[in-house]
Every structure is written in C-alpha cells, then in structure tokens.
C-alpha cells in the first residue's frame, strides 16, 4: 500500500490521527509509505520527520491556498527546494470550493478576506504565475496536482503541463464534488496524460456518491487510476482501513482486484518516485 493522499494533525481542523501516529498505523498495515496533505501549511518538513522516525517513505508537499497568497512562484520553489515532491493548485480556497459552498479557512476566521484563486482560462490574469510554477515544477521532476479546480482548468493545466515537460500530473479526485466531472470527461483527461485519482472519502462522505458511479470513473481511468484514501477525519476509518475498504468495494462491482491494489501501492508509487 501506498496511500498518496492523506490529512494528519496538526491542522486548522480537527484529524484523527497525529504525523507520527499516522505513520505507525501504516507501518502497521505493511504499507510502504503516503503523501502527506494540508491545505494550509507545507508538509515538506513534517513529512520528513515522519519518515526518519518510521522508516517509511513519507512526501509533502504544498497546496496553493490563501495562506501563500495563491499561485505564488516563491512558495513553490521553497517547497521544492526543501524536498518536497507535489505542488496541489489551489484546493481549498479555489473558486469551485466556495461555489459549491465547501469549507474554507475564512469559514474558521472570518476577518479573513474570502478571495478564491484560479487559473486559465477562468482566470487569464493568473498565466505568467502559473507559467513560472510550471516551470519550477518540471524542474523539479515533482508532482503536480490539479487540486479542486474546475475541469477547463485542468484541461488548461493538463496541456500547459505537456508544454513544460512535466511527466507527472494527477487530477485530484475529478468526480468529486469539486470539480465534478463524470466518468466520459475523466477519460478524456487520462487520454492525454496523467492519472485520475478515487478517494475513499468520496466514497465515505461525498453526497450523492455510489459505488457503482466511482466503478465506471476507475473504469474510465483504466491503467491510469490512482485510489487513495484521503482520510484523517474524526468521523472516518483510520487511512489503511480507508484505503483497503475503497479495494473492497470497487472490486464488490466487479471490477479486478489485482488491478486496484496496484493503483493503491505501484502506481502511485511510481508517479511520486524520486528520480
């Protein structure tokens, strides 16, 4: 197992599970490693720490929210200098989060101001950044993920990333509520590169959200499919019970087991593998 979306505390919000404790429930579970999230602060360092104390191979990364002013070059290239491994566009404070009326960190302070980023082309004015994080991430050899933008962004994104020569690009959970896409336009995506990510909290928490609809997304996703648990909330399965439970019920819809565990551990390992 390789579980290359996961939320652990410290965070503006309440986790089941703290960096190190988290750790040892994947080591636990034979797990070789996960790809530590946060919405609001770089997991870059925490990640390491995690990984000299567990013995397991631990990424961070960072999320271009408003706690680095968007898409901001210097924080990229800060995170990468340190060693992270994956730059998420804007997630939590993208424009489709509060349209879709999801939490933001201005919901837990509200004298923040409720500005909300994108990219082309909702957001022409955000190329020339975007270009340089592009830029900083293909030289990085890093991940970059689409986060919760819409699907024209990530089509934009998807081509722009092709032009930089960026040869690792993940569309963050894409049937999720954010941005929404069914099975037809996730294929579409994969088609011209890039994996297509299933999250067990989409499958714990999502309205509306079936087993049988996140079959027919793996299915579009085909060799490109990345499942992750994407778990650490309170109400949720620990993140190998999380992950394991995503397996069980995709292949409950027939479809086959050996190819989802192999998006669960190779797969993702691959796409986040150093070098």
């Known amino acids: 197992m390789f579980d290359s979306h996961v939320h652990a505390a410290p965070d503006v919000?309440?986790?089941?599970?703290?960096?190190?404790?988290?750790?040892?429930?994947?080591?636990?579970?034979?797990?070789?490693?996960?790809?530590?999230?946060?919405?609001?602060?770089?997991?870059?360092?925490?990640?390491?720490?995690?990984?000299d104390?567990?013995?397991?191979?631990?990424?961070?990364?960072?999320?271009?929210?408003?706690?680095?002013?968007?898409?901001?070059?210097?924080?990229?290239?800060?995170?990468?200098g340190a060693g992270g491994r994956v730059v998420w566009m804007p997630t939590a404070d993208?424009?489709?989060q509060g349209a879709a009326g999801l939490p933001r960190l201005c919901d837990h302070e509200p004298r923040l101001p409720r500005h909300a980023y994108a990219v082309p082309p909702?957001?022409?004015?955000?190329?020339?950044?975007?270009?340089?994080?592009?830029?900083?991430?293909?030289?990085?050899?890093?991940?970059?993920?689409?986060?919760?933008?819409?699907?024209?962004?990530?089509?934009?994104?998807?081509?722009?990333?092709?032009r930089f020569g960026i040869t690792r690009l993940l569309f963050t959970h894409p049937s999720y509520t954010v941005p929404g896409l069914d099975p037809a336009a996730v294929g579409a995506l994969v088609a011209?590169?890039?994996?297509?990510?299933i999250t067990a909290y989409q499958l714990l928490h999502q309205p509306g959200c079936t087993p049988a609809m996140l079959a027919r997304v793996a299915e579009a996703a085909g060799p490109a499919l990345v499942l992750s648990s994407d778990a650490g909330q309170p109400d949720s399965p620990t993140a190998p019970e999380a992950l394991r439970l995503l397996i069980d019920t995709l292949a409950a819809e027939g479809l086959d087991r050996s190819w989802l565990t192999a998006a669960a551990s190779t797969t993702p390992e691959s796409l986040f593998a150093l070098g």
């Open 122 to 162: 909702v957001d022409p004015s955000a190329e020339e950044a975007t270009d340089l994080v592009l830029t900083l991430v293909a030289d990085h050899d890093a991940v970059l993920a689409t986060g919760h933008l819409s699907g024209e962004e990530c089509r934009w994104l998807a081509e722009r990333a092709r």
């Open 94 to 96: 993208a424009h489709t």
């Open 13 to 51: 919000v309440d986790r089941l599970s703290a960096d190190v404790a988290l750790g040892r429930e994947y080591a636990r579970a034979d797990a070789t490693g996960f790809v530590l999230k946060a919405h609001y602060e770089s997991t870059v360092g925490r990640a390491r720490a995690v990984s």
């Open 53 to 80: 104390v567990t013995g397991l191979t631990v990424f961070g990364g960072i999320a271009l929210n408003q706690h680095t002013g968007g898409i901001t070059p210097a924080a990229v290239a800060a995170a990468l």
């Open 192 to 197: 011209g590169g890039g994996y297509a990510e």
